[in-house]
């Protein structure tokens, strides 16, 4: 018996020995195929006829691997190659051009793109390790500082309402009483007069910066981000203090809830970006800055006969803070100066950056009273 598998099916077959060389139809996927000689039987000549056909039946093998089958049959079949053609020389030089050096083409592209991600965090770091070192400080013994306009733009009350608002706040202006300082709220023709003055155990003392250049070169840089958030607390602010007095004149509130605006209020008014987000910090304890003038002086109240304090970020109810300097002002004598720059540049519209506000002032007397010095037309 002559027993081979299907070229094309792998179905094993089985016929007798006297179909070897004919051809017949596979009985799994009905293909035809010639049927195999027996081992040692010469092939027959049929004089160019096709061979004659047989009927061919399947056989149970032994277990044997299948990959083993398909090795066998396919074995002997021809390997067909793949064509080949030929290249130019040019085409072969720029083959190898890639096979030799494309290689690094990708790592060399993420290599430079995580220096330029490290450049770009480390840039901030870089300002941030320079926010160092020292300044000179100056305790004044007295010091005329004007008072500063806020503009009430974009108020919820009509202006009729607003300007009798204003002028009842001219006469009988909101004033805040502490140690630390002394801060009033008043009417004014353009908008709340803001003003400060040393409490009962603070003097002013003055800091410049522009005697550091990498600090100068930050503010000038941060001072539009810094502002924003500044603008955004004092112009929530001067609207919800309008409305405070408002009630308050109609006995539907009570001037102890002005308390908070001396911290949310005044001091943001009375200072730009930069003095908005530092404070001093002198025996163990956190100062605000008072005043910032169009020069880059910054003006704090702090306890008189101090030798130096440290200039640093504040920060806004528990967010992490947006100066990232630490400077020891270091005070050099005590001398009288006046300052009477008056700024108006404060933003008409909120800003987009929201921020939280600071706890109310533990340490004020709040009163209103009239002011002795003007009477109602």
Not at 71 to 76: A, E
Not at 278 to 288: H, K, L, P, S
Request: hydrophobic content about 35%; aromatic content about 6%.
């Amino acid at each position: 018996m002559i027993q081979f598998y299907c070229p094309y099916c792998a179905a094993p077959i089985e016929v007798d020995d006297s179909a070897g060389g004919k051809s017949g139809r596979c009985p799994r996927c009905a293909t035809k195929i010639p049927v195999p000689l027996p081992p040692g039987k010469p092939q027959p000549v049929t004089g160019g006829r096709p061979p004659s056909s047989v009927e061919l039946a399947t056989f149970h093998p032994p277990e044997v691997s299948i990959d083993e089958v398909v090795k066998n049959q396919l074995g002997s079949l021809p390997n067909p190659s793949l064509p080949t053609t030929s290249r130019s020389p040019v085409a072969r030089k720029l083959r190898q051009r890639h096979s030799s050096g494309g290689g690094w083409v990708i790592p060399i592209l993420f290599l430079g793109l995580f220096l330029g991600v490290l450049g770009w965090f480390g840039r901030g770091a870089l300002h941030w390790e320079s926010l160092t070192g020292e300044l000179t400080g100056v305790e004044l013994e007295s010091l005329d500082l004007p008072s500063q306009i806020i503009p009430c733009n974009g108020s919820s009350l009509g202006s009729r309402e607003l300007a009798d608002l204003l002028e009842k706040l001219e006469y009988e202006p909101i004033i805040l009483s502490g140690d630390l300082m002394q801060v009033q709220i008043r009417g004014h023709a353009d908008g709340l007069s803001l003003s400060a003055q040393p409490g009962k155990k603070t003097v002013w003392y003055s800091v410049s910066t522009q005697q550091h250049a990498d600090l100068n070169a930050w503010l000038t840089r941060e001072s539009a981000r810094l502002e924003a958030v500044r603008a955004k607390e004092l112009t929530d602010a001067t609207h919800e203090f309008l409305e405070l007095v408002r009630r308050i004149h109609n006995d539907q509130a009570s001037i102890q809830e002005a308390a908070s605006f001396r911290d949310r209020l005044v001091l943001p008014g009375l200072v730009r970006g930069l003095g908005y987000h530092v404070a001093a910090i002198a025996e163990q304890r956190e100062y605000r800055c008072i005043r910032e003038t169009s020069d880059g002086t910054l003006y704090f109240l702090l306890p008189s006969g101090l030798h130096e304090f440290r200039l640093v970020g504040r920060k806004l109810s528990g967010a992490e803070t947006s100066f990232p300097g630490d400077f020891l002002v270091k005070i050099s004598e005590v001398t009288t100066t006046s300052c009477q720059q008056e700024i108006h540049d404060v933003p008409t519209e909120p800003a987009t950056i929201d921020t939280p506000t600071d706890s109310p002032a533990p340490d004020s007397e709040m009163e209103m009273k009239p002011d002795s010095s003007k009477s109602p037309e």
